[in-house]
């Protein structure tokens, strides 16, 4: 199971940006697909989740209303868009996998997902 983080950069507060994380190795159907991030000096925190089949989503208050996660199916990836980016969102993302099932509104800890893509980074200037 390997999963692979891209599309960080660095964007002017207000703006929006597409994080993909590809998945390979895996059933991804029987999986579930989160997005952390990690400041520095600060501990990884949950940003997003996504059943890979099902579609449940669930969001930290920090960035409902603001991202989405998808699945692109062309692609074999699962996407976090980031709109109304604000300063405080500048982190190293992270996406991770786990066959844990979580209902909509879950803020699943980072320990329960055990397959780890390496981070991508997000900058804002404002």
């Known amino acids: 199971v390997q999963l692979q983080a891209s599309g960080g950069g660095m964007v002017q507060a207000g703006d929006s940006l597409r994080l993909s994380c590809a998945a390979s190795?895996?059933?991804?159907?029987?999986?579930?697909v989160g997005w952390f991030r990690q400041a520095p000096g600060k501990e990884r925190e949950f940003v997003a989740v996504?059943?890979?089949?099902?579609?449940?989503?669930s969001f930290a208050d920090s960035v409902k209303g603001r991202f989405t996660i998808s699945r692109d199916n062309a692609k074999n990836t699962i996407d976090l868009q980031m709109n109304k980016v604000k300063p405080e969102d500048p982190a190293v993302y992270y996406c991770?996998?786990?066959?844990?099932?979580?209902?909509?509104?879950?803020?699943?800890?980072?320990?329960?997902?055990?397959?780890w893509g390496q981070g991508t980074l997000v900058t804002v200037s404002s």
């Open positions: 991770a996998a786990t066959q844990r099932r979580f209902a909509s509104g879950a803020l699943p800890n980072p320990d329960v997902f055990g397959y």
């Open positions: 996504r059943s890979w089949a099902g579609g449940v989503t």
């Open positions: 190795g895996g059933t991804w159907s029987l999986y579930t």
